[in-house]
């Protein structure tokens, strides 16, 4: 349940005529957080960052036992994008269900009776964006499961480059063109960070220079101290600059000087630094589902620390030396605060450790489960158990909450989507965070 804003009712009637009779198979993948709803821009940075995580931290001695589960979560998303990507020619699928009826009601997923619309971009309705997220999730979910499958990932790879060469084709936002994404998704930051991205991951996957000589050609060189499913320009940096930092490909130092501008405005020792911190150290940056950002900014951290450990590489903030011990320790505060080591001494992972917020914003959780109560609940019916001060009965376990405000405060209220909701881009970074401190100290 996310902030709604107000659609004309026309545009709304003309939008879901267009798109409820679609008949195409776009089964599986993930809700966002915790409504009932897909939305294709999200769910793709969720699964690219899943691919990263299981790129950078998935060894043996990190992901240990986890590893078949994280491709087999992996794959769960990369099919469905896939089939997001190739259903119509000439259209990419980014939405199904209708988010304002969704958000009207507390129902469990197997109740939903509110509209489900398709919703998608194409020439004439461009979505940039979306695309490039989408391409680069393609591409990212190719390089880990080639392994496994090298039929599957090339069809991954042909969907990735046809998806990108349509975002670089056809330019415009997607919260442009389909009406759900806004509220809760707009495209804020544009697209040229999408199309920085997604030509920097179908480099990675490819090697083709066109992709290269595209992301040359740009001119993206937005400054930024955030990285999110909204805004990819430092993520892009910090695997652009691998080329340079592993590689010893020094044509890429220009991406290396803007990764470490972009570390220098995190990093609380900086003199640079225009990042905001709770009394308690936790990393502030928006005050909706603050966690989102100390998630994904944390894995930049790690990943570009094992970089710059790979090549023994150090740089400053201004007068300030930073290696990559310094950016481990620190990122490493920032993952134990989130598991509990904070003021109010709550672990915002759900499950872990003997505090936890237990009135999950999630319908599944929330709810009666089937066992429990076979019949159906309605739209309306749910929303006793929304307002019960009960816990939820169902155990979320593993999910990341939207955490604390900017002075550390957390009460455990269902009604505080802002901070009680998980979301899937919250989590699919602290994947490879927590596999990294995982090979580092243990799992115990």
């Known amino acids: 349940m996310k902030a709604k804003g107000k659609c004309q009712t026309t545009n709304l009637q003309f939008h879901i005529s267009q798109t409820q009779n679609a008949q195409v198979d776009l089964t599986g993948g993930y809700y966002d957080a915790g409504d009932n709803v897909k939305f294709g821009f999200p769910m793709a940075f969720t699964t690219t960052m899943l691919a990263w995580s299981i790129l950078e ?38 939405g199904v269900g209708d988010p304002n009826s969704d958000h009207s009601c507390w129902e469990r997923p197997e109740d939903m009776d509110t509209p489900r619309p398709v919703f998608s971009v194409s020439s004439t309705n461009p979505g940039s964006d979306v695309a490039g997220e989408t391409a680069a999730a393609l591409a990212a979910s190719a390089l880990v499961l080639q392994s496994q499958n090298r039929t599957y990932t090339r069809q991954l790879l042909v969907a990735a480059k046809d998806v990108m060469d349509f975002a670089m084709q056809y330019r415009g936002k997607y919260s442009d063109s389909v009406w759900t994404a806004c509220p809760s998704y707009c495209s804020y930051s544009g697209y040229m960070d999408e199309l920085l991205w997604g030509a920097a991951w179908l480099h990675k996957a490819t090697k083709n220079a066109t992709y290269l000589n595209f992301i040359n050609s740009l001119g993206a060189n937005d400054i930024t101290d955030i990285f999110s499913w909204d805004n990819k320009f430092a993520g892009a940096r910090v695997l652009l600059a691998r080329k340079t930092l592993v590689d010893k490909d020094n044509s890429f130092d220009p991406f290396r000087f803007q990764a470490e501008d972009f570390l220098c405005r995190i990093l609380p020792n900086s003199p640079s630094k225009t990042t905001q911190y709770t009394p ?38 201004q007068n300030v030396l930073i290696k990559s011990s310094t950016i481990r320790a620190f990122a490493k505060k920032q ?33 009666p489960s089937i066992a429990s109560h076979p019949t159906h609940i309605g739209c309306n019916d749910g ?57 580092r100290y243990g799992s115990g």
């Open 335 to 367: 993952i134990d605060y989130i598991l509990g080591q904070n003021p109010l001494g709550i672990s915002y992972m759900v499950g872990f450790g003997t505090s936890y917020p237990k009135m999950v914003h999630h319908r599944g959780s929330s709810l």
């Open 280 to 317: 308690g150290g936790l990393i502030f940056k928006l005050s909706s589902a603050n966690l989102q950002y100390v998630t994904s900014i944390t894995f930049l951290l790690n990943t570009y620390a094992k970089y710059m450990a790979s090549s023994g590489h150090t740089f400053s903030c």
């Open 57 to 94: 931290f998935g060894g043996k001695n990190q992901m240990s036992g986890q590893l078949s589960e994280a491709r087999a979560a992996l794959k769960w998303a990369s099919d469905y994008l896939l089939k997001a990507a190739t259903q119509t020619h000439g259209k990419l699928y980014v």
């Open 383 to 439: 929303f006793q158990y929304f307002f019960s001060g009960n816990p939820n009965p169902n155990l979320l376990t593993g999910a990341v909450v939207g955490g604390p405000d900017q002075n550390d405060a957390f009460s455990d209220s269902r009604t505080d989507y802002n901070h009680l909701e998980p979301a899937t881009y919250i989590n699919a970074p602290l994947v490879g965070s927590l596999a990294y401190l995982a090979g």
